[in-house]
């Protein structure tokens, strides 16, 4: 994290991730977000989502935990937690309506332009939660919103 006025941490991302001009500012959505400092074509590959890579079992005591975790689901056995060594895509907020998809490559996970994204757009990801995982309310405030970051099915 890099120091801003005032005191307060900016978090940054590691350019070696990105493959876009991106930086994270503050989100209308939540606390931090990454944007777009160029435009970026639909189909083309943004960013990877990084950090440690953890077990299911220890995925699920860090969720228990209060610590700060970002887990992203790999598959039925592993998780990445971004908060240890994430790349800044942790920061990418979550949208009913997003402009990003995220795909898993031999354990790397890759986010993924759905749409042309504008220069200066915050990218979006919806982030799937299971319908039977503890219900989160959205604050996207897209059009399409479904009220939870959960799914609905």
């Known amino acids: 994290m890099k120091p801003k006025k005032g005191g307060v941490a900016r978090p940054q991302l590691k350019q070696e991730y ?9 989100s209308a959505i939540h606390r931090w977000g990454v944007f777009a400092l160029e435009a970026i ?6 960013m990877e989502y990084t950090g440690e890579l953890v077990s299911r079992k220890e ?6 935990s209060n610590e700060i975790h970002c887990l992203f689901t790999i598959d039925a056995y592993w998780y990445v937690d971004g908060a240890v060594g994430g790349s800044g895509a942790e920061f990418v907020n979550h949208c ?19 749409r042309d994204i504008q220069k200066g757009e915050e990218l ?3 982030y799937h939660f299971g ?3 503890e219900k989160v ?14 799914v609905v099915e």
């Open 137 to 150: 309310v959205c604050k996207c405030g897209a059009k399409g919103c479904r009220g939870f970051i959960n």
């Open 41 to 46: 074509p639909k189909g083309r590959k943004v």
């Open 124 to 126: 979006l990801l919806d």
């Open 59 to 64: 995925g699920k005591k860090r969720a228990e």
């Open 96 to 114: 009913c309506e997003p402009n990003l998809e995220s795909r898993i490559v031999k354990r790397h996970v890759l986010y993924f332009s759905l």
């Open 131 to 133: 319908k039977n995982q």
């Open 18 to 26: 990105c493959s876009f001009q991106l930086e994270v500012r503050p």
